[in-house]
């Protein structure tokens, strides 16, 4: 539903590519693999820099041919490093260091749910571990850094509680000796979002690290919703480089747009009775491919759930109409708001929406587009 694009510069995709570290020894497989078939292989990225980095209308490239090639387990497993799990801390801390750039807001899919990422200094967040009630945190804390907790430790760490700092429990368990928490690293991340793959890597692991590929999602779109069937075998030739939200060429927001019926008129104030109104995606171009994503979405049912919050601003813009507006304004001061657009957008919000990247932009950007026109 939103477009998704990543900053086109060299300097982001080299910051990007220099997270994985590969060594010249992975490099090297990753060109014997390509020169082991030269022929077949020859729709893959020679460097894998190129890979990474690569632009969706690649990606696609790449996907497409994979798919119809037979590899075996043995060639694949020469090139096994590429495994998004590998890296997925890195990314995700990647993601945090770029977070202005990047300007992640809501779901690119749904567009109805807030999406951010944060840090937690270390230390808060093992003293929270530490003093909790609950022995499974601790015995967690214990086992991300490859220790167990005896049941002995646990009630030296229960009756010590609460930690008042981390020297406190260095000293309480002096096997650690502040090393095991410097290995958790400096901060722990914290996001409330998933990165999804648009294509799923379990279909074509050398695309799982790739930028492009890596759409920002509510965890409601990416688990619940899309399971794995969106590019299904039935499809996968019909793929487009535009169905991608990272895609400049991404059009979903013109090509479907939201409408009302009403089963019957409310009456003065259309917010009273939600259940005469019903909410439709509808095809500005016929058989749009976006319309198997928001089906796959479940879109009209889900924002059909928030109709109030649409007839109410609905309500709004037949109250303070333009006519309204514009009486408003010839009785201002000039020194008040005597600018019609000023007003307009003080009732509407259209404009802080659109500039802040708000849920349901898309929904209300249409909604006043068909009051308004």
């Not at 909410?279 to 479940?298: C, G, P, T, V």
Request: charged fraction near 30%; include cysteine; proline fraction near 3%.
């Amino acid at each position: 539903m939103i477009k998704f694009n990543y900053p086109d510069n060299s300097t982001f995709l080299d910051e990007y590519y220099a997270i994985f570290n590969f060594s010249d020894d992975e490099e090297k497989k990753w060109r014997q693999f390509i020169n082991s078939k030269p022929i077949i292989n020859s729709y893959l990225p020679k460097t894998l820099k190129e890979l990474v980095i690569c632009q969706p209308w690649q990606i696609v490239r790449i996907f497409k041919r994979f798919i119809k090639t037979n590899y075996s387990d043995k060639e694949l497993n020469t090139i096994s490093f590429i495994k998004y799990d590998n890296y997925y801390d890195k990314i995700i801390k990647f993601y945090l260091e770029h977070r202005d750039q990047l300007d992640i807001s809501t779901c690119c899919y749904c567009n109805l749910s807030y999406i951010n990422i944060y840090k937690n200094e270390l230390n808060k967040e093992l003293l929270e571990i530490l003093n909790s009630p609950y022995d499974e945190e601790i015995i967690s804390l214990f086992a991300r850094v490859n220790e167990n907790c005896s049941p002995q430790i646990l009630k030296k760490i229960k009756d010590k509680q609460p930690f008042t700092a981390i020297s406190d429990f260095d000293n309480l368990y002096k096997r650690w000796k502040g090393k095991k928490s410097q290995k958790l690293g400096k901060d722990i991340v914290r996001h409330q979002f998933d990165i999804d793959h648009f294509l799923p890597k379990k279909d074509c692991f050398l695309l799982s690290l790739s930028l492009n590929n890596f759409v920002p999602s509510c965890q409601v779109c990416n688990s619940r919703i899309k399971l794995a069937n969106y590019i299904t075998k039935a499809n996968q030739n019909k793929l487009q480089e535009r169905q991608f939200p990272t895609s400049k060429n991404y059009n979903y927001e013109k090509e479907l747009e939201f409408s009302l019926w009403f089963k019957k008129l409310p009456g003065i104030e259309f917010s009273e009775h939600p259940e005469y109104c019903s909410l439709y995606l509808d095809e500005n171009q016929k058989d749009s491919i976006y319309m198997e994503e928001a089906k796959l979405f479940r879109i009209e049912d889900r924002y059909q759930y928030h109709i109030c919050e649409v007839l109410k601003y609905i309500d709004n813009q037949r109250f303070f109409n333009k006519f309204y507006s514009m009486m408003m304004s010839n009785n201002l001061s000039e020194d008040n708001y005597k600018d019609l657009g000023i007003l307009q957008e003080i009732i509407s919000e259209v404009d802080f929406k659109n500039d802040n990247n708000r849920i349901m932009k898309k929904l209300f950007n249409d909604m006043h587009n068909l009051f308004n026109s």
